[in-house]
C-alpha cells in the first residue's frame, strides 16, 4: 500500500486526522502556504484550528437552526424567534402543506437549503421533495469539515417569510469575541454584484472588507441597533468566538442564525493585514 492509500486510511479511521489533512490542504491550495494550526495568529488560521480541536459540545446546538432557538428564547425572549409553522424528519403528505404563504422551507443542519415560497405559483411540490430528500441525505460540513455541523439530526422545518415585495430581509452579522461585539458585516447586492461593508459598534465604516469589494454607497443605520448589539452580545457570552446574524424587520430586531466558521476561514482580507489584526481578538 502507497502513502497515499495508507494516509486515506488511517484518515478514515480516524475523523480528526481526516480533518486535519484536509484542512491544511484546502488552506494552501487557497492562500498558497500551509496555516499554523498550533500556534494560529490569523483570523482565517483559527478556524481552521477551531474545525480541527474545538470541541465544544455547545457548538452543534448552537449551529442547529431548531435547537438554537430555545437557546435564543431563553437569553433573549420569545420574541426574538421566528415561528416553526412545522418541523419533522421528512415533509408531511402534501394534503397536509396547507402553511400559510409565503414561507420558507428550510433544513435545520447547513447552510443555503432554503426554498422560498412567496405565491402560490412557487409552489413546485415535486421540486421541494426532491430538494428535501437532497438536504436529508447530506451530512453538512464534512467537505470544509466544520465540525459542530457533524451531529446534527437533519431535520426539515417552514418558517413564515417576512421579506417585502419578495425581496429578503436586510440581515446584519455581528462578529463577537468573548461575549462582545467588534464589528458588524452588511451585505449589498447579493444576488448581482455581491459587495460587504463593515462597521463597529457605532456605526462608523471600518477600512477592511472581506472577500468581497466595500459598497461606496452609504448604508443606513438600522433603527434597532442598540438593541441588536445587546443582544449579539448576550448571545456570544462564554464563547470566544461566534458570529451573530440578525435581521430588522419593520424596525425591530428578529434572530437569525450562529456561525462558528465564516467563509471556512478561507475568505481573503482587504487590507490583508486584518486578517492578523481581527486574529488578534480572538484569544
Known amino acids: ?16 486526522l481526516r480533518d486535519l489533512i484536509r484542512t491544511r490542504r ?14 494560529p495568529k490569523t483570523f482565517n488560521e483559527k478556524i481552521q484550528w477551531r474545525k480541527v480541536f474545538d470541541r465544544n459540545p455547545l457548538l452543534p446546538l448552537l449551529a442547529d437552526k431548531v435547537l438554537v432557538k430555545d437557546f435564543v428564547t431563553a437569553r433573549l425572549g420569545s420574541d426574538w424567534v421566528t415561528a416553526t409553522l412545522w418541523r419533522g424528519p421528512k415533509l408531511p403528505p402534501r394534503a397536509e402543506r396547507n402553511w400559510p404563504l409565503p414561507y420558507v422551507l428550510k433544513a435545520n443542519h447547513g447552510s443555503g437549503m432554503n426554498y422560498f415560497v412567496r405565491s402560490q405559483e412557487e409552489i413546485d411540490w415535486p421540486r421541494m421533495e426532491q430538494l428535501s430528500e437532497k438536504w436529508l441525505g447530506e451530512v453538512y460540513g464534512t467537505w470544509g469539515c466544520e465540525w459542530a455541523y457533524y451531529s446534527i439530526k437533519p431535520q426539515l422545518l417552514v418558517e413564515p417569510f417576512f421579506g417585502k415585495d419578495g425581496v429578503l430581509p436586510e440581515d446584519y452579522k455581528f462578529w463577537t469575541f468573548n461575549g462582545r461585539v467588534e464589528f458588524i458585516q452588511v451585505d449589498t447586492d447579493r444576488e448581482s454584484a455581491h459587495k460587504r461593508t463593515m462597521f463597529d459598534r457605532s456605526w462608523k465604516r471600518l477600512p477592511f472588507t472581506i472577500q468581497y469589494e466595500m459598497d461606496q454607497r452609504e448604508i443606513p443605520r438600522p433603527t434597532s441597533l442598540s438593541q441588536m448589539i445587546s443582544a449579539a452580545d448576550s448571545l456570544s457570552v462564554g464563547l470566544s468566538f461566534v458570529r451573530v446574524d440578525l435581521y430588522e424587520i419593520d424596525s425591530k430586531p428578529r434572530f437569525g442564525e450562529m456561525t462558528f466558521y465564516p467563509g471556512s476561514g478561507e475568505e481573503s482580507f482587504v487590507p490583508p493585514e486584518y486578517d492578523r489584526k481581527i486574529g488578534d481578538l480572538w484569544r
Open 26 to 39: 484546502q488552506y494552501r491550495q487557497h492562500f498558497g502556504q500551509t496555516p499554523s494550526l498550533l500556534f
Open 1 to 16: 500500500m502507497g502513502w497515499p492509500s495508507l494516509r486515506r486510511t488511517i484518515a478514515d479511521a480516524c475523523p480528526r
